[in-house]
């Protein structure tokens, strides 16, 4: 009887559940309910370790949103970032825009090792990231969505793709664009996105051309706001201290709501790929007034546009596979 119950369920969630067998661009493969049955605490379990992770160091929050992001954007969302190079695998981790910047996989790590012992080879990477990216948004005041699962993880890395593809901050408007353009997403999802830039650092490394302009004319960018940018430069000098760290929003640097677009209209963004959104384009300087008046208009698009970017080529149905170790692929 109870042999036969348990066929029934499997039945009725393989007839709710989306059949997904190849790689595609649509929320079809992918849906929030999809561990409920094989591994009912998952969330939970992703939510728990991340609010420690956040609670120990509110910086953590940014670095597992910037990691969700630098993934998606090279061969979509499957955990191709969290590998460490081995056999045929040279790992992205060593790419421009990753090294000496992108952190928060030790605590991918953490909570990949609770979900084996809770439910083994169940949860994928690119899951936890995705779950990991909403999550750090809520502990800091932003907004949350239902996240859509059933990613699996990818065999294989791209160096080439990683310096390549992810948006750079001294690219250009058009350039940027472009970049969220071949990813499938619209110049609605690059200001949206950008306000994530309301938590987080940088260094002073990538954004020192803006107060120096070094491989130009010598002059400083007149789009900074003068008084800001002299407050810049005592800490990030014109050369040395490459690595100093500056709030990306320095109003609320850790609470996740709409100054940065207001600091943008002030013309206080920090990195130069922030403030071209003001500067270069009508469209994107309408959004981002928008934005600065209403925070919930901006809390909407941005739940939207992260499931968006969420759903960038996942692997699905029986591609890939459910890494054991988040930074390394199956044996």
């Known amino acids: ?5 348990s066929i029934i369920m499997l039945v009725i969630l393989l007839a709710s559940a989306p059949l997904c067998f190849s790689r595609k661009t649509s ?9 409920d049955h094989s591994c009912p605490n998952a969330i939970q379990i992703v939510k728990s370790i991340v609010s420690s992770a956040v609670a120990r160091d509110t910086r953590m929050a940014a670095s597992l949103l910037r990691l969700h992001f630098h993934d998606c954007f090279v061969k979509g969302c499957d955990a191709s970032i969290l590998l460490d190079s081995s056999g045929s695998v040279i ?6 825009p990753n090294r000496k910047s992108v952190r928060g996989y030790g605590v991918i790590d953490q909570i990949k090792s609770a979900l084996e012992l809770e439910c083994p080879q169940t949860v994928s990477c690119a899951d936890i990231m995705a779950l990991a990216a909403r999550d750090s948004t809520v502990l800091t005041g932003g907004p949350s969505w239902d996240v859509p699962l059933g990613r699996r993880d990818s065999r294989g890395a791209s160096l080439s793709g990683s310096n390549n593809n992810i948006p750079a901050p001294n690219n250009t408007f058009q350039t940027i ?6 990813q499938g ?3 609605v999802d690059l200001v949206a ?3 994530s830039h309301t938590i987080g650092k940088s260094r002073c490394v990538s954004f020192r051309q803006r107060l120096y302009n070094q491989s130009g004319d010598g002059q400083p960018d007149y789009a900074l706001d003068q008084y800001y940018m002299e407050k810049l430069k005592n800490q990030c000098p014109r050369s040395g201290g490459d690595q100093n760290l500056f709030n990306l929003d320095f109003v609320s640097p850790t609470k996740f709501d709409n100054s940065y677009f ?3 209209l002030a013309s206080e963004g920090l990195l130069n790929s922030d403030q071209v959104l003001v500067t270069k384009n009508e469209a994107s300087l309408e959004l981002v007034r928008r934005y600065a008046e209403d925070t919930e208009e901006f809390f909407e698009q941005f739940a939207k546009s992260m499931v968006k970017m969420g ?7 029986l591609a890939g596979e459910i890494r054991k170790s988040c930074r390394n692929i199956n044996a």
Not at 1 to 5: L, S, T, V
Not at 311 to 317: C, K, R, S, W
């Open 1 to 5: 009887m109870a042999n036969f119950i």
């Open 27 to 35: 929320t079809d493969c992918l849906y929030p309910q999809f561990y």
């Open 91 to 96: 790992s992205e981790k060593s790419s421009n």
């Open 177 to 182: 664009l472009i970049k969220f353009k071949l």
């Open 185 to 187: 997403l619209d110049i």
């Open 193 to 195: 996105l950008s306000g």
């Open 262 to 264: 207001k600091n943008l």
């Open 311 to 317: 759903n960038i080529f996942p692997l699905t149905g």
